[in-house]
């Protein structure tokens, strides 16, 4: 049998939003659809909560995945309002094949500056082995980084209107 390999993604952001507004994104589904372009969710902010998003599915197939979107799924372990959460036996369902998983979602937000912005800091992780596991992180990889750049663009967005309305 083949050794698992530590899988991990990491991806910060300077977010112009206090903390808690930046954690509150990650959690309503309104803005989940917004900035993520999540289809449906139902997240549980508290520790044991559920959290479980899902996304339309794409039209082309990744080669080695197959269709992306499907859903995202697992349990709120530890949830610090206003700063972080983690997510553990986190599962990705795809829309053709297998799932992947488990796996765990941390997300960090600290106040920056004058507490008006927040440096975001997401970190996806799992033990995996073979062409799936490694597809699915490389993609994630640049899935974070666009998805952190929307949020920004969102909360920017946000603040135009708050400011103009």
Not at 31 to 43: F, H, I, K, N, Y
Not at 47 to 76: C, M, N, Q
Not at 79 to 93: L, S
Not at 137 to 163: C, N, P, V
Request: aromatic residues 12%; hydrophobic residues 40%; contains cysteine.
């Amino acid at each position: 049998m083949a050794q698992a390999t530590r899988l991990d993604v990491t991806r910060t952001e300077l977010i112009q939003a206090p903390p808690a507004r930046v954690l509150a994104a990650f959690f309503d589904g309104k803005d989940l659809a917004d900035w993520w372009q999540v289809t449906r969710s139902v997240t549980v902010a508290r520790p044991l909560g559920t959290y479980a998003i899902e996304w339309e599915s794409t039209d082309f197939k990744d080669e080695v995945l197959g269709r992306l979107g499907g859903t995202f799924h697992g349990t709120i372990i530890d949830y610090r309002p206003n700063g972080a959460f983690f997510i553990g036996e986190a599962y990705w369902q795809p829309p053709d094949g297998e799932p992947l998983g488990p796996m765990a979602l941390e997300v960090h937000c600290r106040p920056h500056g004058n507490g008006r912005s927040t440096m975001l800091t997401v970190r996806q992780s799992a033990e995996g082995e073979g062409p799936r596991w490694g597809r699915y992180f490389e993609i994630m990889s640049r899935g974070w980084e666009f998805a952190l750049l929307d949020m920004k663009a969102f909360m920017e967005r946000e603040s135009l209107r708050t400011k103009t309305g």
